[in-house]
């Protein structure tokens, strides 16, 4: 088992180039089976999630390859309904399979998802958005099964705006008869980007973005070519590390309305932001911030993606921060490894008191899941001494070169073979 080994001390300095967006690639790969023509999708970063979902369609008789470093080409002329793959089981991003199954074939049979465990995470309301199609979906045990000849558009109100769920019902929607709205739909960039890759294989779907999307169902989708967004979870997590160890980085590229929460946030505690050309976001940090208040929330609000890796960065500010974890009920697990390396942090409920302290130490942690996993290198970054990061395939499911591209900025980090 490879670990991490991290010298802590340096400040980083350089340009770090994003990759194509791990949650927004997920669902197109799902929605490639909406169609028997070759779909190409680019800027594709070979990360471990997004190879796991391709042998799970590959297991239904998908042909899916690289043609060239970043692009994939995926061909669904002759795939079936049931996926029985393990592959499946492990990621998250597998439940939109079912979506596209259940439009194009009228019925699935499909594992339930795994994923980082940061909370249940249940799957009720993807269920309601295709039984309010038509459809009849169940869970029996650890799998889903579902049956709907003929899906049929309809009014589908969510009680919370899932991202998940949405994108699966908009899936399914895309061919089913007639007008489906989706309301209290998930606004994330992520939507957005399904949205404008089902269009541009012949889908009628308006509204991305907002509370209301309306999706007018069509007969055939044809293949298309699309390339990713950056991810701006990754961009955020490399402005996040320039902040807490200090230094001068150049992020690129960056949409600068998708990262509005994160970018704002950091200007507020002190750090200096440019924006540079419309696509890159200079990230320079040469004082110890200030003690903060975030609340994570759905887009607009502040991604609980990037609650970890704010975590790291209360932990040496000045002062005491206040963090509220409103997404996930699980997603503290990060607090005992950094405890070890001396921070100060308090839980009550779903809010963390972060009492900032000057150092950090070195010492040996395990990622718990991915973003807690990819905040536990940043504090490496910043701790004295060596610091050791365990089970880093956890990082290593959503972040590509994450070593080698900190150590390009002048981190220094490397890898070592652990016995278990």
Not at 29 to 49: F, G, H
Not at 53 to 76: C, Y
Not at 387 to 404: A, L, Q, W
Request: hydrophobic share 40%; proline share 4%.
């Amino acid at each position: 088992m490879e670990a991490y080994k991290i010298r802590g001390g340096k400040k980083l300095k350089g340009e770090v180039v994003i990759q194509g967006s791990k949650n927004g690639c997920l669902p197109l790969i799902a929605a490639s089976l909406l169609t028997d023509e070759p779909v190409y999708i680019k800027n594709v970063p070979k990360i471990l999630d997004i190879i796991t979902l391709l042998e799970a369609i590959k297991s239904i008789g998908s042909k899916v390859k690289f043609i060239d470093d970043d692009t994939i080409q995926i061909e669904n002329s002759n795939i079936n309904y049931n996926i029985n793959s393990d592959e499946a089981k492990k990621i998250r991003g597998s439940i939109t399979l079912v979506g596209a199954l259940l439009a194009r074939f009228g019925k699935v049979i499909a594992p339930l998802p795994g994923g980082c465990h940061i909370g249940t995470r249940p799957i009720n309301l993807h269920l309601k958005g295709f039984n309010a199609l038509g459809a009849e979906v169940q869970v029996e045990g650890q799998t889903i099964d579902g049956k709907g000849k003929k899906l049929k558009g309809d009014k589908v109100y969510f009680d919370y705006p899932s991202v998940g769920a949405t994108e699966n019902t908009m899936i399914a929607a895309t061919l089913a008869e007639g007008e489906t709205i989706i309301e209290n739909a998930a606004q994330e960039p992520e939507i957005v980007e399904l949205a404008d890759f089902l269009n541009s294989m012949g889908a009628k779907i308006k509204g991305a973005g907002t509370r209301t999307i309306r999706i007018e169902g069509v007969k055939k989708l044809h293949g298309t070519s699309h390339i990713l967004s950056p991810d701006r979870v990754e961009a955020g997590t490399f402005m996040i590390a320039t902040a807490v160890c200090g230094g001068d980085v150049v992020v690129k590229p960056v949409i600068f309305d998708d990262n509005v929460p994160l970018i704002s946030k950091l200007r507020e505690l002190g750090v200096d932001l440019r924006i540079e050309n419309g696509k890159s976001v200079r990230v320079i940090s040469k004082k110890r911030c200030k003690a903060f208040e975030i609340r994570t929330m759905p887009f607009p609000g502040f991604p609980t993606d990037l609650q970890s890796q704010m975590v790291v960065l209360a932990s040496v500010s000045d002062g005491v921060s206040l963090i509220t974890e409103t997404v996930f009920e699980n997603r503290f697990m990060i607090i005992p490894e950094l405890k070890k390396m001396g921070a100060k942090i308090k839980i009550e409920g779903n809010t963390l008191f972060v009492e900032g302290v000057e150092k950090l130490y070195g010492e040996e942690v395990n990622a718990p899941d991915l973003r807690a996993g990819a905040s536990l290198v940043i504090a490496g970054l910043y701790a004295e001494n060596i610091t050791t990061v365990n089970k880093i395939y956890h990082i290593e499911r959503g972040y590509y070169n994450f070593d080698k591209k900190i150590k390009a900025l002048g981190g220094d980090i490397w890898r070592e073979e652990i016995k278990e």
